[in-house]
C-alpha cells in the first residue's frame, strides 16, 4: 500500500503544474498532493489494503473504516473508486467531481480527468480491462468487457465499447482511432 501511495504521489507532484512565481516546498508537496483527487486517491489505497488483508476480524474493522472514508470522499468530492479494483503504481485523479471506477484491471500511471466513468454495462459482470500509461479525458465513459492497450490517450467525451489497440488515440461517440502515434504530452509524465 504504502509503495503505491508513494509512487502515485511522486506522480502527481510531477505533473502538477507550478506556476514560475510559485515554487515553494508548500506549492510542490503540500498543495499538490491535498487536492481532492488525491484524497480520493489515497482513501481508494487504503481501501484496497484492506480488503487484501488475510485476517478476517481485522479486515472487516478497517473495512468499516473504509466504507465510512469513501462515504465521505463520495459526497464531498463525487469519486467512487470502488476497493477490488486493481490499479497499478502511478494513478493520478487530476480533477474530481462525477468519477466512477469500476474495472477489472488498470496498469501503471494512469491519469484520469473529472466526469469520467469505467464500468460494466447493466447485466454483465465483466469490467474493462485497462493497459499502463492510459489518459482518460474529461467526461469519458469506457463500458462493458473491452480491452484498452498500453500508451492509449482517450479524448473528452468519448464513448469506448470495442478494443483499442496500443498506441493510439481515440475520440468521438461511439470512439473511433484517430491517430496510431503514441506521442503526447499527455502521456510524458
Known amino acids: ?19 514560475a512565481g510559485d515554487q515553494s516546498f508548500f506549492h510542490k508537496y503540500i498543495k499538490a498532493n491535498l487536492e481532492l483527487g488525491a484524497i480520493a486517491q489515497l482513501v481508494f489505497r487504503y481501501g484496497n489494503w484492506a480488503v487484501n488483508l ?29 476497493s477490488r479494483c486493481k490499479i497499478g503504481k502511478g494513478f493520478i485523479v487530476h480533477n474530481f467531481s462525477c468519477i466512477f471506477i469500476w474495472t477489472t484491471s488498470m496498469g501503471e500511471n494512469c491519469t484520469v480527468n473529472q466526469g469520467v466513468t469505467i464500468g460494466s454495462i447493466k447485466g454483465s459482470t465483466v469490467s474493462p480491462q485497462i493497459g499502463n500509461n492510459v489518459f482518460f ?6 463500458l462493458g ?42 502521456l510524458k509524465v
Do not use: H
Not at 488475510?54 to 470502488?82: E, H
Not at 479525458?137 to 469506457?142: A, Y
Open 54 to 82: 488475510r485476517i478476517p476480524v481485522v479486515r472487516q474493522i478497517l473495512y468499516g473504516v473504509y466504507w465510512i472514508l469513501n462515504m465521505g470522499v463520495l459526497l464531498g468530492t463525487g469519486v467512487n473508486i470502488q
Open 137 to 142: 479525458g474529461s467526461g469519458c465513459k469506457v
Open 145 to 186: 468487457p473491452v480491452k484498452i492497450g498500453n500508451n492509449v490517450i482517450i479524448a473528452a467525451n468519448s464513448l469506448v465499447i470495442t478494443d483499442v489497440p496500443d498506441n493510439c488515440t481515440v475520440i468521438g461517440v461511439p470512439a473511433r482511432i484517430v491517430s496510431r502515434d503514441a506521442k503526447s504530452e499527455y
Open 1 to 19: 500500500m504504502f509503495e503505491n501511495i508513494r509512487a502515485d504521489l511522486v506522480r502527481r507532484r510531477l505533473a502538477y503544474k507550478v506556476r
